[in-house]
C-alpha cells in the first residue's frame, strides 16, 4: 500500500439472549465447509504472527498525544480473541475461519450527503495518508479490555476527501456482506450486513480512527481488515470491521446491535461505568492477561478529550 507513515515524513463479549444457544454448534453447521477450509489453509499459512521478541521490542515510532503508557496486550491476545460474528461466535472463531477472507482489492462506496461520493479504491483512498502508532485502552461491554497499538489515521482525513455536506449529520458504516466468505452471514442472529454509526462531531474528534494495522504490521482479517473504526471512548462493538460503505445521513442511523436490542444496545454506547448493561454491571472490566478486575472509567479514561461532545446529555437516557 502506498501509504506514508507519520515518522517517514515528519511525521463483547456482548452476547445478545440467542446467541447464548446453540453456541458451537454455528461451525459446524452452517459455515461448515468454510471453516474446513479455514482450518486447512491455518496449517499451510500460519498467522503472521509477531514472535514474542519483536512484540517486545515494539515502540511507535511517534506518540500520538492520546496514547496512553499502560502496559499492551500481547499481540496474540489481540488476534485471538475477538468478536467478529460474521466468522463464528466463540472468541476463537475469527482467527480461525477468517484466514481466507480476501481483503485486497477492496472498494469502498461512499453515499450520501457529500459533495464526492463514488465506489473507491482503498488502495487509493490511502494514498498521501499519514498512518500513526496510536495505543488505545479498548473496553469491551462485557467487562474485558485490553491496550492495543493500532496503526492509523483519523476519520477526518478521508471524510476531507469526501466534501461531506452541512447537512450531513451522522455517518454510517457498513461491513462487506458476502456470506460466502463470511460464514456467520448464513445465520440470522445479526441483521447482516453489520451497521455502525457515529454523530459527524463523535467522528470528526481525532480520537476516532481507521485502523488499517496493529503493533505496526497490517491489519489481521480477524480484526476487521483491511479497514475498520476504533473509538476508544465508545464499547468495542462499534468499532465496525471490514468496512465497505460509508454513507453520510442526516438522521441517526440505527446500527445493528440496537436493532437486535435496543434496550441492551444504545447508539452512542460511550463506556460509563454508571449505566449499567440490563444483564450486567458496567461499573469493573478485566484487563486480558489481568487477574483482578479494575475499576472502569467515564469515557473509558477519555473524558478531558470528550465530554464536551455530550455537554447537557442525559447519558443515561442517551446510553
Ligand atoms: N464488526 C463486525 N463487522 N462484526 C462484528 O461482529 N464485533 C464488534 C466490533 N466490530 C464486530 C465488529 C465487537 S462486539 C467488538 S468487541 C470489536 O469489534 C472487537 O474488535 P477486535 O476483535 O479488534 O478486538
Known amino acids: 500500500m502506498l501509504i506514508k507513515r507519520a515518522n517517514d515524513i515528519l ?27 479455514a482450518v486447512g489453509s491455518i496449517i499451510e499459512q500460519p498467522l503472521r504472527r ?28 489481540i488476534t485471538t480473541y475477538n468478536n467478529f460474528y460474521e466468522f463464528g461466535i466463540d472468541k476463537d472463531d475469527p482467527a480461525e475461519n ?20 463514488a465506489a473507491y479504491n482503498l488502495e487509493d483512498l490511502l494514498k498521501g495518508i499519514t498512518l500513526e502508532d496510536r495505543i488505545y485502552r479498548m473496553r469491551c ?10 496503526l492509523g489515521f483519523p476519520l477526518s482525513e478521508l471524510f476531507k476527501k469526501f466534501e461531506p455536506l452541512p447537512k450531513a449529520k451522522f455517518v454510517e458504516f457498513t461491513t ?6 463470511m460464514p456467520g452471514q448464513k445465520r440470522p442472529y445479526l441483521n447482516w450486513p453489520y451497521v455502525e454509526g457515529l454523530r459527524m462531531d463523535e467522528a470528526m474528534h481525532p480520537l476516532a480512527i481507521f485502523a ?14 483491511p479497514f475498520r473504526l476504533v473509538v476508544p471512548w465508545k464499547y468495542g462493538f462499534k468499532g465496525i470491521k471490514s468496512i465497505v460503505k460509508i454513507r453520510f445521513v442526516e438522521n441517526q442511523p440505527v446500527s445493528t446491535w440496537t436493532q437486535a436490542n435496543s434496550d441492551e444496545y444504545g447508539f452512542y454506547s460511550n463506556v460509563n461505568p454508571s449505566v449499567d448493561h440490563p444483564r450486567w454491571s458496567q461499573s469493573s472490566e478485566r484487563r486480558i492477561g489481568e487477574f483482578f478486575k479494575r475499576k472502569t472509567l467515564m ?21
Open 98 to 117: 477468517a484466514q481466507n477472507f480476501k481483503t485486497k482489492p477492496w472498494s469502498v462506496k461512499v453515499e450520501g450527503l457529500a459533495k464526492k461520493p
Open 212 to 225: 488499517v494495522g496493529l503493533y505496526g504490521k497490517e491489519l489481521p482479517n480477524q480484526n476487521g481488515a
Open 299 to 319: 469515557f473509558n479514561g477519555y473524558g478531558e478529550y470528550v465530554e464536551h461532545l455530550y455537554a447537557g446529555m442525559d447519558l443515561k437516557r442517551y446510553f
Open 176 to 181: 462487506l456482506l458476502d456470506s460466502n466468505q
Open 11 to 37: 511525521s463483547s463479549e456482548i452476547t445478545p439472549e440467542p446467541l447464548y444457544h446453540n453456541r458451537r454448534q454455528f461451525i459446524r453447521t452452517a459455515g461448515a465447509a468454510a471453516a474446513g477450509l
Open 141 to 150: 461491554v462485557e467487562a474485558w479490555s485490553m491496550v492495543i497499538p493500532w
Open 50 to 77: 509477531l514472535s514474542a521478541l519483536e512484540q517486545q521490542d515494539w515502540k511507535p515510532k511517534q506518540k500520538s498525544p492520546f496514547d496512553t503508557d499502560e502496559k499492551l496486550t500481547p499481540y496474540k491476545d
